[in-house]
């Protein structure tokens, strides 16, 4: 979503070896926990997030520009994930803790004794992003996926909300302290370098960054050439397609068009899940209508300068474009505000300079593209990069969506039904995730319980004896897990 | 494991090129049948497999060098692995459906219908090893995943079996396309220059690999440096270090050293989980007693002159390491065939020349290190690097073990205990994986249940009317999936 400066302040080489050095010390007295105990220790750290809420509001308003309504929104979702993820731990199921008895008649020989289960990969980067002070920064869901797995976190702060994020983390850190978690557990970095050093770092396991393509395809080139490669987890971007059907443009056009213009204009546009592009057929749109629409939304400042800048760039640059024309004309009030722009082209235009046209502009600007055939619709789908979401606004019987959904579901991480992108709810079945360049890992997800799945890797153990074992693995499932037993899963429910 | 010639038969670029086109027409088919049906069709082919077994190991012998034994056991194997896949598709937790129904109460605002599937990536590349003609190559473990997946498959063969691996070709094709599988579902490519071109290919949305580091971290950095990155599970190569404690070589060291020599001769040493170091307590080795037991194994040809070779080069500079002293000579018989070589070192030799000792070397040789003190087998194991195993002699009681078990599950895929790692079982708790350079991709297994999961992503339908979502996630559960709704786990066990 965007670069970050290099005049900012550095954590200095040393003291960044230094808080990895205390990451590796806390690894395994944090990953040893039972899981109820590091979910204990999650709630903690949600109790004193909404302790401090008045205070970390108020400064998350000055450093973003981000509306009061907005941030407490946000932090709620943040203590809620902390809480949420705390429960998925304690289930149990994160661990996919499974069981082979011995096995004599096993082909093509004998099967021993096998116990897998996961086990938490290691101290963990993680790149907090602009646009989410709280719910994707210091504890936001990266973080706390991490944590809940079992692995220490550095946290590489964004420099857009610097006061906020070191308030952030002196309140994790406390939070886990108090709450007996080893010391080094938690920690945050400033700066780019100090990020670089993270990834190259030999003893970090893993990365989580959350920003532009960019920046996230140099850390991912980074963390992927390593003499040890690591996983990098990276959401870059998406331009979340909505597919307007024929009869459903029919039969409530301007019910679609303002959810649209709510959704695309939410947050200056500030979203990775915001609509940059609407399907639409041709000839319908009455710009007078949709002008007013834009027109009544509120005008709001970007994030930060640079952001504002750049946006100002990508905007003139989109709006220029051959086949495009400006159906609203957004502004820049003296305060520095900005009313929403729309954009209107063909899906021709759009096929043709799919490259300029497609691509994630950040801030509050979306495209109209309209079409004369349904079957356009699974052209557009058809040239998609990989996208985070995809939103089909038709009829239940409307012909053209059974291809349209199946075409989405091959480049989208998630599929909404006359709905919009822009809301994101924490659950177990929520994806946040999608081919690159959505993400740089399509099997994963950075927000809700399978996020935690991120930072584990599964050992299994052979014949080794019962008091040897992972609690997670010994006969007497002490730890309450449901596990795959031969096969079967059996719920980890304590005998009544 | 070895890398391939350059001066083999090359599949043509333009035959690739169509090779992927018609994979990439059977991937929605593939992936759009039911579990069920692609099980049927996966043991279609072990059947055929299994009907032309005599053929195929006469074949394999000829090419190979293998014994009919242990080659008609790989065969099992194999045909095993393709119906116990079947199996776990059918089960259906592999897809692991989940669905939260809406609650306008969760936080921070209403949770909508939201159902997660995982779903087929696309036509996947694999790419056979040389040391396991059945089990690790055309109808292999990676392919017989990926197809259980639900992704079509193209397999780059290896040189070292090109009959047999054309003939099992045919042979899978054939059953594939008399069970109905749609044309393109499976195909085998030859040499090199086809298999980077696989890698590189647009359409090729991952790549499963069995061989060296070196051609595996080249064939890594080129999937992962595309510009749209694709997952590569690469499985390149680990020492497997055995572990001996005092008491358990006071106890048994016969039995121990008995044990350690066939394992690591077993299949003149070409397998991937050879134990290529065993740690042992200084001073109780009887050199007579060993070099009997060393003698007494059968000596075997290579697998080809290419390896035989490149055994001969390691094995002249691992024995001639400063601190190496060889215990039991091996020979080179008239006709090529090799009897094992037994090395030994100190601890201390062995981690001051660690970069040489701590490498995989490919063939019948192992080395022995002695300690004096048990706390060395700590500090050996934390400096190892990934493993595919990690195996460990011991009393239940030692003091050291403890420790040592969960030091080497940072290190290794799979904790043995009184065991060794050459044999592998293909059932759901296993896991033959490990931290790089025993793969490239830690969170994953090739082996067993778990490998389907490498080439599935997740997608969330949000707010789709029932009859337009995949039968995975209908509110009837018309496949009988278990899956987790509203965060409990349910069976999929149809209504009685």
């Known amino acids: 979503m965007t670069d970050t400066d290099t005049d900012l302040p550095e954590t200095p080489f040393l003291e960044v070896s230094d808080v990895v050095e205390r990451a590796v010390d806390a690894a395994p007295r944090w990953r040893t926990l039972e899981p109820a105990m590091r979910a204990e220790m999650l709630r903690a750290v949600a109790d004193r997030l909404e302790g401090a809420d008045d205070e970390l509001v108020a400064l998350a308003i000055t450093e973003t520009h981000l509306t009061e309504t907005r941030l407490r929104g946000e932090l709620v979702r943040t203590t809620f994930q902390l809480r949420f993820l705390a429960g998925v731990i304690e289930e149990g199921d994160f661990l996919q803790a499974c069981i082979d008895t011995p096995d004599e008649s096993w082909p093509p020989g004998a099967r021993p004794d096998l116990r897998r289960v996961l086990r938490p990969l290691g101290p963990v980067a993680v790149f907090a992003a602009s646009n989410f002070p709280f719910a994707f920064s210091v504890a936001g869901g990266d973080s706390a996926s991490a944590l809940a797995a079992g692995c220490p976190v550095i946290m590489k702060v964004h420099p857009g909300h610097r006061q906020l994020s070191a308030r952030c983390g002196e309140i994790v850190c406390e939070a886990l302290r108090d709450a007996g978690a080893p010391e080094g557990t938690f920690a945050v970095v400033e700066g780019d370098k100090a990020g ?18 960019k920046v996230g395809r140099m850390l991912f080139d980074i963390a992927v050439g390593r003499l ?193 992108p822009t809301s994101l709810a924490v659950t177990w079945a929520i994806q946040h995730g999608g081919p690159y360049p959505a993400t740089t890992s399509p099997l994963h997800t950075s927000v ?29 499932n002490p730890l309450h897990l449901p596990r795959r037993v031969d096969g079967r899963y059996r719920s980890g429910s304590p005998p009544v």
């Open 196 to 213: 670089r050093a993270l990834v190259t770092h030999p003893d970090i396991s893993a990365v989580a960054f959350t920003g532009s393509a």
């Open 228 to 420: 040890k490669p690591i996983p990098f987890y990276g959401e870059l971007g998406s331009v979340n397609p909505v597919f307007v059907t024929m009869r459903a443009a029919a039969a409530r056009l301007d019910e679609i068009l303002s959810g649209y213009v709510a959704s695309f204009s939410l947050g200056a546009g500030q979203f990775c899940t915001q609509p940059g592009i609407l399907l639409l057929p041709a000839g319908i749109l009455d710009r007078d209508r949709i002008r007013t629409m834009v027109a009544s939304q509120p005008s709001a400042q970007l994030l930060n300068d640079r952001i504002d800048g750049a946006y100002q760039e990508s905007l003139e640059a989109l709006r220029h474009r051959p086949t495009v024309e400006v159906v609203a004309e957004g502004s820049r009030q003296p305060d520095g505000a900005r009313t929403p722009t729309l954009l209107r082209t063909t899906v021709e235009g759009l096929v043709a300079d799919a490259e300029h046209l497609l691509a994630e502009c950040f801030g509050p600007v979306s495209l109209i593209a309209e079409y004369d055939e349904e079957t356009q619709l699974i052209e557009v789908a058809e040239i998609l990069e990989g996208q985070l979401t995809a939103t089909v606004h038709g009829e239940i019987d409307d012909v053209v969506v059974p291809g349209l959904l199946d075409t989405l579901a091959e480049k989208a991480g998630r599929i909404i039904w006359n709905g919009w």
């Open 448 to 476: 809700g319980a399978a996020a935690v799945g991120r930072f584990l890797r599964p050992v299994t153990y052979q014949g080794v004896p019962d008091h040897l074992l992972p609690a997670a693995l010994r006969e007497e």
